[in-house]
């Protein structure tokens, strides 16, 4: 079966520097959600779309804005990166109607620099 | 204090062992509830989801307290390969999940 599909699954960057990432969601799947996962952390919620609107916000720094567009994909945008930016960044998508059942994407591991 | 909280661990128990996790949540308004597996640097998986009925799937059993606002699950005969981080999440809406910070398991043989 198709799962979330992640881009890249790793990144470096310096200080400063902006990162963007991809998130395919699950087929059928209208509702994306982004999470921050730092080392020894549980995942954070950053921000959620669904129908290309943003459905819930959480922690999500100011530096960081997403979307999602028509296709139903999402796109993470993360600008005058911190050391403390290092993190894995999990997208997950679920179907509206089936009570928000959250699937994960394996994934993309940022490291700044 | 952590909106959903659990018991880190490390919990160790040799191989066929029956073992349980408990997680509270704090937040009433709470609507859905699952239990998800992490192996080290990979995605959390969905175990299950909780139902205030309680439910099992094979040696895996969850329950749900509404009154007390606890969930747990409860392994059985435990393999090697359970061997993970089980994470409790707390739906509030449709859209926003809260992690506990997980609990670790380690089944050794």
């Known amino acids: 079966a198709a799962g979330v599909i992640q881009s890249p699954r790793h990144l470096i960057k310096e200080k400063r520097e902006t990162a963007t990432l991809k998130c395919y969601p699950i087929p059928r799947h209208d509702t994306v959600y982004w999470y921050q996962q730092g080392p020894g952390q549980d995942p954070q919620f950053l921000i959620s779309f669904y129908e290309k609107m943003q459905s819930d916000k959480g922690s999500i720094p100011d530096r960081f804005s997403a979307q999602q567009f028509s296709d139903y994909h999402s796109e993470l945008n993360m600008s005058s990166l911190e050391l403390g930016d290092s993190a894995l960044y999990f997208c997950?998508?679920?179907?509206?109607?089936?009570?928000?059942?959250?699937?994960f994407g394996p994934g993309t591991r940022l490291t700044v620099l | 204090r952590k909106e959903v909280e659990q018991d880190p661990g490390p919990f160790n128990v040799p191989e066929g062992a029956t073992v349980a996790f408990n997680c509270t949540y704090s937040n009433s308004a709470s609507q859905s509830f699952f239990w998800y597996r992490q192996d080290c640097r990979k995605e959390p998986k969905l175990l299950m989801s909780v139902y205030s009925s309680g439910n099992e799937d094979g040696r895996f059993t969850a329950q749900l307290n509404r009154a007390s606002q606890y969930i747990s699950l409860l392994i059985r005969d435990s393999k090697l390969s359970d061997s993970a981080t089980y994470l409790c999440v707390v739906g509030r809406g449709t859209y926003k999940y809260i992690f506990g910070t997980g609990t670790r398991l380690k089944v050794l043989a």
């Open positions: 997950a998508s679920s179907p509206s109607g089936q009570g928000g059942t959250q699937y």
